[in-house]
């Protein structure tokens, strides 16, 4: 069994009081890519602003290497090897790719080579300013950037978001080539379950704040409506599921 | 004319304008740094300013050689910059860029304020530490001092200019303005980033206040009031941009230079005879530059996808406004008939100040635009009354009715600009505008006070005397009279009950839908255009008539009476007590400077005005930290139930930006709901 990376133990989060996920458990292991389902408002997002530490849990345990990680505020994170991109990019429309390989905290080494490699695309957009970049390769440079730090766990909010079906087919399996390749975790937030389920080790449903749903990607890629099914929670209705699917 | 002469001039002009190129580097640090549109970076310079004069002269006790007066400076100037981080930027860093803002008017006054309590209000002679000497360039003496301002700015500039291209501490800041949350997801940290800025900033005052000493002396007002200046240079850099800056910021220097030049001229227009050119068109100038900018730079100070706040506080609907005006009117009215006459000057002023503030009331709290220049707009109203009777013998009631008018016209002319520029643009454009119209409005013989002040007539009807010289003198005896101050109370009341009306008013409502924002209201039908400048013209005309009340009480009026500190100070204490109710108005009219409160520290403590202004400063940064809505809103909320506190991170909304027009954007990162007091 591969190094555990990231366990999250019945944790609680949410926004003002009112918890959005509630006691979820998901674990992530060296070079494994998991995926994270659900429907809109389940509680994704806020489940990866609680493990990079933008939002704090209301109950549970974030455990990174084994380490709690209560006490370490986001940029400490950050440096401890967690890569989140956040759903918007999070990258700086006023800077360019290469401003952006070079952007980090003092002393971050930081390996251009690995941009490019996994990207090549990027190597002539070097100059350009990412606000002037397309939704693609605006992606492509989120992920290149984060990649580049050499995360040892690698959060991503859809990846998919305002991307065609095929770039998408193109950028996940790099991401599965580098989990491979450096032995880092990936959780992978991501509304295209058919590309998802192709790339992922294993795979959560979360629905209104539960996990309802937990499986290896092998297994859901044979029987897709089980996602489906599983996203509208105990009360699926079959004709929806088909058309949605 | 030579065209030597004018490379002479041009070439001088390079002294004030590296100062003010070395300020507008403070303003652009503050900006990209920390987010802040910083008005405290003149002080600040100023500061640095008395500090070496103080260790040069002996001031402190012992005398200093140069090298070690310039060390210990710098180091004051490093924990200047620290302690502006600490009190005033780090606890605001979630705040609206408007209290932002206001924070940094919150120092300034607390550093003039203090400057005067130390040494006086009178400019010093500043032992030079640049090489003296001259050099004869085109037929004329240029002081060589001038060059070496010119190098040390400029190698300055480039020196940021490099940091922020090539460094990684420029980079990370510039990510960290553009977004902060996710420049912490990179592993940046925006607070050691502000600080290094802000420590940055400070010490480029330092010596900016340094050089300052070889071209002019130390003095509360001169370098403070640079920023307008260097405001307008960072507006053509778009508040970003250090190349820009300078270039700007030494162009205004060189053009003011001229414009001394030219005054030497029989065509250059003069004010109160032959010999006495125009004053404040140096100002008029700076402001007709800015607004310049601001078109050019499409009337916009970039935003950041910063995490940020509400804007304005609350302004809750009047609780029965007619018993509090019969309550407290009555207390009022007697008190103006009993108090002792030093008592009932302050008390009146305050009243005056209450009626400002009520203007204040109307375009800040209820249609969401801060705006320096309402005190200006009554010093019009005064000075209009003063001219009419002194020029024309038109007297009460008609001067002060056509002096209101003139107030609300002007009033709405200067409301066309602000219907494309808000927030903080807002503010610059009126700072500059109080600052021109004080020196070119007031400050001229013919139409302002020149320096000697313009005679305002009492104010009489039927032939019947109630202004403050009125023969009646009340309990307390001495002038004012009380008359004057029941004629300015029941203007109060009138004022007052008439924008509590408002406040319940449709035109109210639309104005509220108008503050909190502006295209919602533009989308469910409201005419955003014509209710600001219906609210300009309200607030006008209120600024009107607490200016004419101005000019009545104190019988003769000067530039300084309308002034860019009277309306800072009023702003000031105005947000301290709460600017958006007609309670909080009241309230903080007591407290500014001159009112009653002022008045009771003096003759109780014999504490001046200066005092009030230095706390006050302080009093406003913390106000804007824990009541973000000013004290007076706990009286209509009650206390907030647990002390405000900086919110978690997590209590924030991210959303994915909207892409700006320029192809630059910031993530909209806005604050989901809150608690307390200010939600
Ligand atoms: N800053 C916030 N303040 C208050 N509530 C929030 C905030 N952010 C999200 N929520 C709420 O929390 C719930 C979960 O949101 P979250 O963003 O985690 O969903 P998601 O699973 O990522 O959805 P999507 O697929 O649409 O991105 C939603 O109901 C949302 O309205
Ligand atoms: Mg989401």
Redesign the interface.
């Given at each position: 069994m591969a190094e555990s990376i990231l366990e999250i133990e019945k944790m609680s989060a949410g926004y003002d009081q009112a918890d959005v996920v509630r006691e979820v458990s998901i674990n992530v292991n060296a070079g494994e890519v998991v995926a994270l389902f659900g429907p809109n408002g389940a509680g994704k997002t806020t489940t990866l602003r609680v493990i990079s530490g933008i939002i704090k849990p209301s109950g549970g345990q974030v455990r990174y290497h084994g380490q709690d990680l209560t006490k370490l505020s986001p940029t400490k994170r950050a440096r401890a090897g967690i890569a989140h991109v956040p759903e918007g990019r999070g990258i700086f429309f006023g800077l360019t790719v290469a401003e952006h390989i070079r952007l980090g905290y003092r002393g971050e080494v930081i390996e251009p080579e690995v941009v490019y490699e996994y990207f090549p695309a990027l190597r002539e957009l070097r100059d350009r300013a990412a606000g002037l970049l397309s939704g693609g390769e605006q992606q492509m440079l989120a992920v290149a950037r984060n990649l580049a730090r050499r995360p040892k766990l690698l959060l991503i909010d859809e990846l998919s978001l305002g991307l065609a079906p095929v770039l998408v087919e193109r950028l996940l399996p790099v991401v599965r080539q580098y989990a491979l390749d450096s032995q880092c975790g990936v959780l992978l937030v991501e509304q295209h379950v058919a590309l998802a389920v192709e790339i992922a080790d294993r795979c959560y449903v979360l629905s209104h704040g539960d996990i309802v749903l937990h499986d290896s990607g092998a297994a859901l890629k044979a029987d897709p409506d089980l996602v489906v099914a599983s996203y509208m929670g105990q009360r699926a209705l079959p004709d929806e599921a088909e058309a949605t699917a | 004319m030579s065209l030597n002469q004018v490379l002479v001039f041009l070439l001088l002009g390079l002294g004030s304008g590296g100062l003010i190129a070395g300020i507008g580097m403070g303003v652009v640090l503050s900006y990209r740094g920390a987010g802040v549109i910083n008005i405290s970076v003149g002080a600040i310079a100023m500061l640095a300013g008395f500090c070496y004069w103080a260790l040069r002269t002996g001031d402190f006790g012992i005398t200093f050689a140069a090298p070690w007066a310039v060390t210990l400076t710098l180091i004051f100037a490093i924990v200047l910059g620290l302690f502006f981080e600490g009190f005033c930027v780090r606890p605001l860093r979630r705040a609206s860029p408007l209290a932002k803002l206001v924070a940094t008017l919150g120092f300034l006054l607390s550093a003039q304020a203090a400057v005067i309590l130390a040494f006086g209000e009178s400019a010093r002679p500043q032992p030079a530490i640049l090489p003296g000497g001259t050099v004869l360039l085109f037929g004329g003496a240029v002081q060589i001092n001038r060059f070496w301002i010119f190098g040390i700015l400029l190698a300055i500039t480039l020196l940021f200019a490099g940091i922020f291209r090539w460094t990684?501490?420029g980079?990370?800041t510039?990510?960290a303005a553009?977004?902060e949350?996710?420049?912490?997801?990179?592993?940046?940290?925006p607070n050691r980033l502000s600080l290094v800025n802000t420590v940055a900033m400070s010490l480029t005052m330092g010596i900016v206040g340094l050089l300052a000493a070889s071209i002019q002396s130390v003095d509360s007002q001169t370098l403070p009031l640079m920023v307008v200046p260097a405001l307008a240079a960072a507006m053509f850099g778009s508040f970003t941009s250090f190349g820009i800056t300078f270039v700007a910021g030494l162009l205004i220097g060189m053009a003011e230079s001229l414009l001394t030049y030219f005054e030497t001229f029989s065509w250059f227009p003069t004010s109160g005879g032959p010999g006495n050119p125009i004053p404040g068109v140096q100002e008029l100038m700076i402001f007709v530059i800015l607004v310049i900018a601001m078109l050019f730079r499409a009337s916009r100070i970039p935003g950041r996808g910063d995490i940020i706040d509400r804007r304005l506080p609350a302004a809750p609907r009047p609780k029965a406004p007619m018993k509090g005006a019969i309550r407290w009117g009555a207390l009022a009215a007697f008190a103006i008939w009993a108090l002792p006459y030093g008592f009932r000057e302050g008390l009146i002023y305050s009243l005056i100040a209450t009626i400002s503030l009520f203007s204040l009331v109307v375009i800040t709290g209820y249609v969401g635009q801060l705006s320096v220049v309402q005190i200006s707009l009554g010093g019009v109203a005064g000075f209009t009354v003063s001219h009419l009777f002194t020029n024309f013998g038109i007297a009460f009631p008609w001067a002060g009715i056509i002096g209101v008018i003139f107030a609300i016209v002007i009033g709405v002319i200067s409301g066309f600009p602000a219907l494309r520029v808000r927030g903080v643009g807002l503010v610059v454009v009126t700072l500059a505008a109080t600052d021109a119209i004080q020196n070119f409005g007031f400050g001229n013989t013919t139409w302002g006070a020149g320096n000697t002040g313009a005679a305002v007539p009492s104010p009489s009807i039927f032939g019947f005397n109630f202004g403050s010289n009125a023969t009646f003198h009340g309990l307390g005896g001495g002038e004012p009279s009380p008359l004057f101050g029941w004629f300015t109370l029941l203007l109060t009341i009138i004022i007052g009950l008439l924008i509590c009306n408002l406040r319940r008013s449709g035109l109210g409502q639309e104005m509220l839908a108008v503050r909190a924002n502006e295209r919602a209201a533009a989308a469910t039908g409201i005419n955003v255009r014509n209710v600001k400048l219906i609210g300009f013209a309200i607030a006008s005309g209120i600024a009107g008539v607490s200016g004419v009340l101005l000019a009545y009480s104190y019988g003769s009026i000067t530039a300084d009476s309308y002034g860019t500190l009277v309306a800072l100070n009023f702003i000031a204490f105005g947000y301290i007590i709460g600017i958006t109710t007609v309670p909080g108005a009241v309230q903080a009219a007591v407290g500014v400077p001159g009112g009653l409160f002022a008045f009771a520290l003096l003759d109780w403590f014999g504490l001046q005005g200066n005092w009030l202004s230095f706390v006050g400063g302080f009093l406003l940064v913390l106000t804007l930290i824990h009541r973000p809505g000013g004290v007076a809103l706990d009286i209509f909320y009650g206390p907030p139930k647990k002390p405000f506190k900086e919110r978690?991170?997590?209590?924030?909304i991210?959303?994915?930006?909207p892409?700006?027009a320029n192809?630059?954007?910031?993530?909209d990162v806005t604050e989901?709901?809150t608690?307390g007091v200010s939600s």
């Open positions: - | 990684k501490f980079l990370g510039r990510a553009e977004n949350a996710n420049a912490t997801l990179f592993g940046l940290s978690p991170l997590g209590r924030m991210f959303r994915p930006s892409v700006l192809g630059a954007a910031g993530a989901g709901t608690a």
